[in-house]
Nanobody
Framework: QVQLVESGGGLVQPGGSLRLSCAAS????????IGWFRQAPGKAREGVLC????????YYADSVKGRFTISRDNAKNTVYLQMNSLKPEDTAVYYC???????????????WGQGTQVTVSS
């Protein structure tokens, strides 16, 4: 069964850090780009960051530049989203998704995880 599972979310104070994981099962991530998206309450889902199959990263949200980074460990079939200097406006459900190439077009992604909640609050 093809599956993406996010983990690592939680409650963190402003200025804190979290590392989200996106683990794949049922298929290999080697040939897929992985995008991270987020959806805050009452808002549309938006692209955050993407890593290509070759390891290059593309930022979709200017607000996270300099704070978020993305990496992949193909041996573990996992992609990570490192989030530093978190702000209350980063509060959202974070999703990872797989597609052969990075794109900000949500409908093009083949597989999606169930999401993990990130809450930034004091």
């Amino acid at each position: 069964q093809v599956q993406l599972v996010e983990s690592g979310g939680g409650l963190v104070q402003p200025g804190g850090s979290l590392r989200l994981s996106c683990a794949a099962s049922g298929f290999t991530l080697d040939y897929y780009a992985i995008g991270w998206f987020r959806q805050a309450p009452g808002k549309a889902r938006e692209g955050v960051l993407c890593i290509s199959s070759g390891g290059g990263s593309t930022y979709y949200a200017d607000s996270v530049k300099g704070r978020f980074t993305i990496s992949r460990d193909n041996a573990k079939n996992t992609v990570y989203l490192q989030m530093n200097s978190l702000k209350p406006e980063d509060t959202a459900v974070y999703y990872c998704a797989a597609d052969p190439r990075c794109t900000r077009v949500i409908a093009e992604y083949d597989y999606w995880g169930q999401g993990t909640q990130v809450t930034v609050s004091s």
